[in-house]
C-alpha cells in the first residue's frame, strides 16, 4: 500500500531558528514529490521535485529529493512567525495525477 | 481569473439528507478532484476526474458520487449524509499532458461541512 510519512507531526521553534521538516514515501509509479504550506485555508504550493539532488530554493525556504533513499526535506532558514503553518507532502503518482498526501507537520514559531 | 471556487464555504446538516458541493475552476486544466481532510489524517482523495468525461474513485469514495459536468465544472454529491462525512473538502484542479502530470495541483478554499 503507498504510502508517505512525515516527521515530526509537530514542531515548535522560535523566530531565527532553522528547522528541516522529513518526508519519506513508498509509492508504486513515483512521479514527483510537492510540497504545500497549509494556513487556515486551502493548501498553497511551494515546491514540485522530480530528480534526485536538485534543490529547489524559494527565499528562505529549501527542498531536496532522494529518490533511492525515498524522501525529502524541506528547509526553513531564519524562520519567522509567518511561517506558523501546516506543512503537507505529497506523493503524484500515476499517469493521472493522483497525490498521496502526509499527515502534515504543523510547524510553530514563536516570537 | 478566480482560480479554483468552491461553494458553499459552510454547511451543517442532518443525518440522512443530501447535498452538493460545487467546484469550479477557470484556468482551462483538465483534470479535477475532490479531497477531504480530517484532523491528523493528511488530505484523502475522495474521487477525480482526469477529463471531461472520465471520473474515477480515489482512497475513500465511499457514501458519495460526483460529476464531470463540464470541462470547468466537477460536484461532489453525499446521497445520505452521516457523521463520519463531517469534515472539509476540497477541490483541486491540474493540467495533464499526454497522461502526465505536469503542473501542481491548484486547491480551492475548502467547504466545512458537519453532520448532526
Known amino acids: 500500500e503507498d504510502k508517505v510519512v512525515q516527521s515530526p507531526l509537530s514542531l515548535v521553534v522560535h523566530e531565527g531558528d532553522t528547522v528541516t521538516l522529513n518526508c519519506s514515501y513508498e509509492?508504486?509509479?513515483?512521479?514527483?514529490l510537492l510540497w504545500y504550506k497549509q494556513e487556515k485555508k486551502a493548501p498553497t504550493f511551494l515546491f514540485m521535485l522530480t530528480s534526485s539532488g536538485i534543490e529547489k530554493k524559494s527565499g528562505r525556504l529549501s527542498s531536496i529529493l532522494d529518490k533511492k533513499e525515498l524522501f525529502s526535506i524541506l528547509n526553513i532558514t531564519a524562520t519567522q512567525t509567518g511561517d506558523s503553518a501546516i506543512y503537507l507532502c505529497?506523493?503524484?503518482?500515476?499517469?493521472?495525477?493522483?497525490?498521496?498526501f502526509g499527515k502534515g507537520t504543523k510547524l510553530s514559531v514563536k516570537p | 481569473n478566480a482560480g479554483v471556487t468552491q461553494t458553499p464555504k459552510f454547511q451543517v446538516l442532518k443525518t440522512g439528507q443530501s447535498m452538493t458541493l460545487q467546484c469550479a475552476q477557470d484556468m482551462n486544466h483538465n483534470s479535477m478532484y475532490w479531497y477531504r481532510q480530517d484532523p491528523g489524517m493528511g488530505l484523502r482523495l475522495i474521487y477525480y476526474?482526469?477529463?471531461?468525461?472520465?471520473?474515477d474513485k480515489g482512497e475513500v469514495p465511499n457514501g458519495y458520487n460526483v460529476s464531470r459536468l463540464n470541462k470547468r465544472e466537477f460536484s461532489l454529491r453525499l446521497e445520505s449524509a452521516a457523521p463520519s462525512q463531517t469534515s472539509v473538502y476540497f477541490c483541486a484542479s491540474s493540467y495533464l499532458l499526454s497522461g502526465r502530470a505536469t503542473d501542481t495541483q491548484y486547491f480551492g478554499p475548502g467547504t466545512r461541512l458537519t453532520v448532526l
Open positions: 476526474s482526469a477529463s471531461e468525461g472520465t471520473t
Open positions: 509509492v508504486t509509479n513515483f512521479r514527483s
Open positions: 505529497a506523493v503524484l503518482r500515476g499517469s493521472q495525477g493522483n497525490l498521496i
